[in-house]
């Protein structure tokens, strides 16, 4: 059967016991039974239950009761999307820690969720488990990432984050000379009328390219507030099409290097600038 460009969604309201989703899927889409669970495995499943909110439907021989309805998102284009590598840095069982590449989701959508660093984990990890977001990451951007496997460790990352006691460095290539200050330069321009607290330290200026490469910490968590804050203060990150050169061709240079919390401190190498003199460490390991 021939399969139309154009996303679909079926929704199915079960009025029988017995039958599987695969089922179910087949008589409302048409679709074959291995494109079902292909897409089901991926993420484009949802099963609606009375009393529970909705979650994804990864198996097909389930057995679907009255009052079920299922959400069928099918979008070729998603599904045949393939995920970058991701490298896996920390397992500590309960949490692990990656380097999630530029490219890579940290979130899916109701079309799936292949894509993403979490689906990634829970096939690559051994032993297999579950895997939840402990922060989020740009797409476009690369770096570290928290995933926690278990409640306990869910429990103490969402404290931690909250009280703001994991300290988060990234490293960012942007236009232009940045000023050379011995001390931090702190940037706290509020974002979506919330407050916001960035603090940047040059680490090294190309003179031939015109380009600083920088170290980040941030204080809060606003939707691209490491991009946002650059970009009013007249320093665009390389690469950032939104919010800088909308015409660039460069992927962009913004990457989570370190991660420090409960006297664990974790980090990996830039990948934008030549090493500097101090051997590619970030120049600043206390607060500023």
């Known amino acids: 059967m021939a399969v139309s460009a154009e996303p679909r969604h079926w929704s199915v309201d079960i009025d029988t016991s017995g039958r599987s989703a695969v089922d ?28 529970v909110a909705p979650k994804r439907l990864r198996r097909g021989r389930k057995v679907l009761q009255p009052g079920d309805q299922l959400d069928f998102y099918f979008n070729e284009q998603v599904l045949s999307q393939q995920p970058p590598v991701a490298k896996l840095i920390v397992d500590e069982g309960g949490y692990s820690v990656w380097d999630k590449p530029a490219g890579m989701f940290s979130q899916g959508s109701k079309w799936g969720d292949h894509c993403t660093i979490y689906r990634w984990a829970e096939q690559h990890l051994e032993p297999r488990r579950p895997a939840s977001l402990a922060h989020r990451l740009d ?8 995933l ?10 969402a404290q931690l ?16 000379e940045f000023p050379d200050s011995p001390w931090p330069v ?14 940047l330290r040059r680490l090294q200026y190309d003179a031939d390219s015109h380009r600083s490469l920088l ?22 990150v390389i690469g950032d099409r939104l919010y800088g050169d909308a015409t660039s ?22 990948e934008f600038f030549p090493p500097p003199p101090t051997g590619g460490q970030p120049v600043a390991h206390g607060p500023p």
């Open 24 to 51: 179910w899927l087949e008589q409302a889409s048409s679709l074959s039974r291995g494109r079902i669970k292909d897409a089901m495995t991926k993420g484009a499943v949802w099963l609606s239950q009375a009393g």
């Open 186 to 199: 702190k940037i706290d321009t509020p974002l979506d009328e919330k407050p916001a607290i960035s603090w």
């Open 139 to 146: 797409r476009a951007a690369s770096g570290l990432m928290i």
């Open 215 to 236: 170290e980040v910490r941030i204080e809060t968590g606003r939707k691209h507030q490491i991009r946002r804050h650059l970009a009013g203060f007249g320093f665009p």
């Open 249 to 270: 061709q460069a992927d962009l240079q913004l990457r989570a290097v370190s991660l420090t919390f409960n006297d664990t401190r974790i980090e990996i190498e830039s």
């Open 161 to 176: 984050f909250r009280e703001r006691r994991i300290d988060k460095r990234y490293h960012v290539c942007v236009e232009g």
């Open 148 to 157: 926690t496997h278990d409640k306990r460790s869910a429990r103490m990352f």
